[in-house]
């Protein structure tokens, strides 16, 4: 089954620098890689995804990139904000394959301090 | 928009007792799953369910059981419940065939004394 690996465990950044959270995962037919941002005692928040047929995908401060030969993927947070500490989640999953074997398989997780 | 709802968002019950955890799906989802996420883990799989049928099974005791209903909520049933079993229970819905993205409910945190 699908093993996805998350670094670092804890990530601390002047606010306003940027962030950068790196997983990598196992099973090739991982073709979706959503992030998600917990905030404590919420539910895991889908915040960006991208697909296997897509490198890269921005949206405002958040981008994803993905390389799928080396089964690597990264959040870059950039201009970091007070906000945006959290807890991060990657996953993957074979999605849209008619495959009833999908269930999203989460890294370890990542706190992300922003210091004032 | 409509979100996942879960009920309750708290539970506390005494070791060996029963709960039932119940999850209501964004409309027109079609794709339920189950988390169990303990204290600084990661959420772990413990079933989903796609129309109404079991379509894949985690690391879920045989003490628990789930069920999707016709109108596709699902509740998921924990018996002999044990101190281990502390934890925030997710519930997260997706609609297969033309989403991809699968959205999270607020959780129900359960305490077992």
């Known amino acids: 089954g699908e093993n996805v690996e998350q670094h670092p465990s804890t990530l601390s950044v002047q606010e306003g620098d940027s962030a950068v959270i790196k997983c990598t995962y196992s099973d090739s037919a991982s073709n979706y890689f959503p992030w998600y941002k917990q905030e404590l005692g919420k539910g895991p928040q889908l915040i960006i995804d991208i697909r296997s047929n897509v490198g890269e995908k921005k949206d405002q401060r958040i981008a994803v990139t993905l390389n799928k030969t080396a089964k690597h993927f990264s959040l870059h947070i950039t201009e970091t904000q007070p906000e945006d500490s959290a807890v991060y989640f990657c996953a993957a999953t074979p999605r849209g394959t008619m495959n009833r074997d999908d269930k999203i398989i989460f890294g370890k997780g990542t706190r992300l301090h922003i210091l004032p | 928009a409509a979100g996942v709802i879960q009920s309750p968002r708290h539970l506390i019950k005494e070791k060996r007792e029963t709960a039932t955890l119940k999850c209501y799906p964004i409309?027109?989802?079609?794709?339920v799953y189950w988390y169990q996420q303990g204290p600084g883990q990661d959420p772990q799989f413990l079933i989903s369910f796609y129309e109404k049928m079991q379509s894949d099974k985690g690391s879920i005791p045989d003490r628990f059981s789930a069920q999707q209903f016709s109108d596709y909520h699902s509740e998921l049933n924990m018996s002999s419940l044990e101190l281990g079993d502390s934890a925030l229970y997710f519930c997260a819905s997706s609609r297969r065939t033309s989403l991809y993205e699968a959205f999270f409910g607020q959780g129900t945190r359960l305490t077992v004394v």
């Open positions: 409309p027109r989802h079609d794709t």
